[in-house]
C-alpha cells in the first residue's frame, strides 16, 4: 500500500434479523377490535323535476332544491356539512319520427348532507322525504378521520403486543430488554355494514305529494361501528437458560 493510499473499509453488516444467542429477539403482533357508537350520519337527497317545456323543468328544479337546501340549513349547528354533489338536465328524445326531436326533459340534483345529532337526523330525514319528488338515501353512519376511538384502539394494540412479548419471554424464564421496532401495519379501520334501506323515506319521489299532516319524525337508530390497530413489534430479551 502506497503511503498516499486510504486504509481499506469493509462495509458494516447488517444487523440479524433474528437476533443471535447473545441477544436474542423476539416478534409478536399486537390487534385491537373496538366497537363504538358512530358520531357522525350521511344522507343523500335527490330531488327531481320533469316536463316537455326545458325551462319550466329547470325552474321547478331549482324552486325544489332551493326547498330542500333551506330545509336542511334549518338544523343549524347539527348540519356539519352540505354540498351540492351533482346537477343534471337530460333531454330525452321521441322514440318514434325523424330528426332530434326533444319528448321531454328530466332534472336531477343531489344534495349531500353530514350531521352529527341524529334526532335532528331523524327529523330532518322525514321532512326532506315528505318533500314533493324528493329522494332521500342512507343514512351511513361513520366516525370522524381524528375520532379519538383510533387513538384508542392503536395504544391497546401496542399494549397488547407488549404483554404479549413478555409472556413469551416469561415463558422462557426471562425478560425484555429493549424494543427493536414497532410497525405500524394497518392502524385503523372502520368496516361499514350496507345501510338499512331508506325507500319508504322516498314515497315522494315516486309521485306522491306530500301529506296534510306533518310525519312524526323516524327513529333511527345509530350503527355501531368497528375499528381494528393492528402492529407488529420486535423486541430483545436476555438469554434464556434452556
Partial sequence: MTPDAAPATH????PV???????PRIAVRGEARLEVDPEIARITV???????DRRETLADLTRRNTLALDLVKTYGDAVEHLETSALTITPELGRHGRGERVRTHHGLVHITAELNDFTALGELTTALADLDLTRV?????ALRPDSPAHRTARQQAVREAVQRAREYAEALGTTLTALVELADTGAEDTHPRVPRSTRALSRAAYGAGPT???????DLEPQRQHVHAQVDARFTMAPPRL
Fill in 11 to 14: 462495509p458494516t453488516p447488517p
Fill in 17 to 23: 434479523p433474528y437476533g443471535t444467542p447473545d441477544t
Fill in 46 to 52: 335527490t330531488v327531481t323535476a320533469r316536463g316537455k
Fill in 137 to 141: 338515501d342512507g343514512p351511513w353512519w
Fill in 212 to 218: 296534510e299532516d306533518e310525519p312524526a319524525p323516524l
